[in-house]
T-cell receptor, first 114, second 115 residues
Framework: AQSVTQLGSHVSVSEGALVLLRCNYS??????LFWYVQYPNQGLQLLLK??????LVKGINGFEAEFKKSETSFHLTKPSAHMSDAAEYFC????????????FGQGTRLTINP | EAQVTQNPRYLITVTGKKLTVTCSQN?????MSWYRQDPGLGLRQIYY???????DKGDVPEGYKVSRKEKRNFPLILESPSPNQTSLYFC??????????????FGQGTRLTVV
């Protein structure tokens, strides 16, 4: 069975600093990987997805993630944090391309300090 | 606008009183799912459906029922709610057969409190 671990339930960075949110997965077959963002009182919005094409995936709002098979990781980064990036971020894995069964990490709450 | 619509957004109910949370999508997606979100646990899948009249259990199905009589609708039913079902619930849909695989699209969530 697949699983996802997000290291750090809370991450705090200064505005303008690098954002790094860590995600490691376990899967018996090549997975499909996703990062979602959740703003307060809202649903989940897709940031980016890895579907076995390029290992470096660019998403919305300046975020990107790199799939590293040898490390079973899919860390999310953004070079320069903005106040509007404050939210909760979820990494998810699916074994099936249609994404009907997602397994989520526990989430990382990102705080941006002015 | 492509969207997944859940109702109600907020619900407070008493233990044992049957309730239904509705979910509808307008993207002609084949797959629909229900998740619950709890602090420190992320989202966990309750049930999913790959087609009309085809449903299957997710990771935490106990105490819930679903039905898929129409492609666009996927209601979540709590026959006898209990306080441990207090949670934030999300409906999701994915996969358009004409357009191919897609990511999951999520509704705005339903915050349920059972007292």
């Amino acid at each position: 069975a697949q699983s996802v671990t997000q290291l750090g339930s809370h991450v705090s960075v200064s505005e303008g600093a690098l954002v790094l949110l860590r995600c490691n997965y376990s899967s018996s077959v090549p997975p499909y990987l996703f990062w979602y963002v959740q703003y307060p009182n809202q649903g989940l919005q897709l940031l980016l997805k890895y579907t076995s094409a390029a290992t470096l995936v660019k998403g919305i709002n300046g975020f990107e993630a790199e799939f590293k098979k040898s490390e079973t990781s899919f860390h999310l980064t953004k070079p320069s944090a903005h106040m509007s990036d404050a939210a909760e971020y979820f990494c998810a894995v699916s074994l099936i391309q249609g994404a009907q069964k997602l397994v989520f990490g526990q989430g990382t709450r990102l705080t941006i300090n002015p | 606008e492509a969207q997944v619509t859940q109702n109600p957004r907020y619900l407070i109910t008493v233990t044992g009183k049957k309730l239904t949370v509705t979910c509808s999508q307008n993207m002609n997606h084949e797959y629909m799912s229900w998740y619950r979100q709890d602090p420190g646990l992320g989202l966990r899948q309750i049930y999913y459906s790959m087609n009309v009249e085809v449903t299957d259990k997710g990771d935490v199905p106990e105490g819930y029922k679903v039905s898929r009589k129409e492609k666009r609708n996927f209601p979540l039913i709590l026959e006898s709610p209990s306080p441990n079902q207090t949670s934030l619930y999300f409906c999701a849909s994915s996969f358009n057969r004409d357009r191919g695989p897609t990511e999951a699209f999520f509704g705005q969530g339903t915050r349920l409190t059972v007292v």
